[in-house]
């Protein structure tokens, strides 16, 4: 059996009519900038995330980096962010000119450590404060503890835009007494960054990406940046770029939203069926690291996330090893991240050589991604779990 990480074709072959008439409509509308297809996928996302406001731009890294430009973050500032994610969240802070600040990652976990964050907030106050934004990534498609970072992100007064990249549609609790709100990735920050690469939940056909925002000012500084800050035509009040959403990326994205929260539950589906895999096969949490299984609706759930599992990522020390004997028997897997972004070659002049973060680092020799998608069958799984058991078997 043959099994790939990520299959798209299913998908596509459902879709494929409907988004080619979509396509062609906007072929024949001569809109090729902007226009009512993208307005109409940014009024429907700003309604998926009970944001106010939608800003369709060019993709999910241009999302973060139009965002830092929004709130004026610059040579001299610092963005607090986590070690262990997409390069995008850390290269867009660094072509602004700002200099990122690592808080390790949670232990046991995958998401940026909260307590982490606030030593870093106190020791920053008392130099002088040079932290201008929090950017918490919601990896995997599991939220952080945005009750806590909302918490202190409050105290200090400094703005949070989240890298929801791979989370949109992933609800977050907030526990108030007894009571628990949930509240959308991409809702609880100042801004809510998506990418529509075709890898994620709602992928387009090419690349694209989403700032959602509860400002109308921030949207509409966006709106000007994405656009090269013209207000009107051809006069420049700022400098921005071309960021904007493709309407034919818009189309098709639209026809996709309909069924992202299908296309959500097949993936958690699968993500049940391989815990109860492992559990009968005696590996779950020894020797294979489980994800979290976290539901809205489970019992003592107000602590938990509602995980959208954009990847399905287990832990084992003997990750590469795995991998290759995964390979040899044609199943595809794939290693998110093997460095942590202070081991970055690029970064290296930026002066986090000797800084060590050994959460992180430990989740980065660990963590293995097994194909999760929505059309993933049943028989695949269980071949991917018995060729793992036999793996630890020798
Ligand atoms: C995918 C991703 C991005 C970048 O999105 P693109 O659309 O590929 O530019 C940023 N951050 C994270 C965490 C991502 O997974």
Not at 18 to 34: C, N, P
Not at 211 to 235: C, I, M, W
Not at 366 to 380: F, K, V, W
Request: net charge negative.
């Amino acid at each position: 059996m043959n099994v790939s990480l990520l299959d798209l074709k299913p998908q596509m072959s459902e879709l494929r009519d409907e988004v080619i008439r979509a396509v062609t409509g906007v072929i024949e509308s001569t809109q090729y900038i902007l226009g009512p297809e993208v307005e109409r996928f940014e009024e429907a996302v700003a309604a998926y995330c009970g944001t106010p406001y939608a800003v369709g731009v060019s993709s999910g890294t241009d999302a973060l980096l139009v965002s830092l430009m929004a709130l004026g973050i610059g040579p001299g500032d610092l963005v607090l962010t986590t070690p262990y994610t997409f390069f995008a969240t850390v290269g867009s802070i660094i072509r602004v000119g700002a200099l990122p600040v690592f808080a390790d990652i949670e232990p046991g976990g995958m998401n940026v450590d909260p307590e982490r964050m606030a030593d870093l907030l106190a020791e920053d106050r008392r130099h002088g404060g040079r932290i201008k934004a929090i950017m918490p990534v919601h990896l995997f498609g599991q939220c952080a503890d945005m009750q806590r970072i909302m918490e202190l992100a409050g105290e200090y007064e400094v703005p949070v835009i989240e890298d929801a990249a791979q989370a949109i549609g992933s609800d977050c609790p907030f526990v108030d007494g007894g009571r628990v709100s949930w509240k959308r990735a991409g809702s609880m920050g100042l801004a809510g960054c998506f990418s529509f690469f075709p890898s994620k939940n709602l992928g387009g056909i090419g690349d694209g990406g989403m700032v959602v925002t509860g400002d109308r000012e921030f949207a509409e500084r966006l709106r000007s940046l994405r656009n090269h800050g013209a207000q009107p035509k051809y006069h420049h009040a700022r400098i921005g770029g071309n960021f904007r959403l493709d309407p034919i990326q818009a189309c098709v994205l639209n026809i996709k939203l309909s069924h992202l929260e299908a296309w959500h539950e097949a993936r958690r589906r699968n993500s049940d069926l391989y815990r109860r895999l492992f559990v009968a096969a005696g590996l779950a949490d020894e020797p294979v690291g489980l994800p979290p299984a976290l539901y809205k609706d489970e019992p003592g759930g107000a602590t938990n996330n509602y995980h959208i599992y954009n990847q399905f990522v287990i832990r084992v020390p003997e990750r590469d090893r795995l991998r290759d004997f995964l390979k040899e028997n044609n199943i595809d897997s794939e290693v998110y991240y093997p460095l942590c972004l202070h081991q970055q070659e690029s970064l290296r002049t930026y002066g986090f050589a000797g800084l060590s973060y050994p959460v992180a680092e430990q989740a980065a020799h660990e963590a293995l991604a097994l194909p999760i998608y929505p059309e993933l069958r049943q028989e695949q799984q269980e071949y991917i779990v018995a060729t793992i058991a036999g793996f630890f078997k020798g």
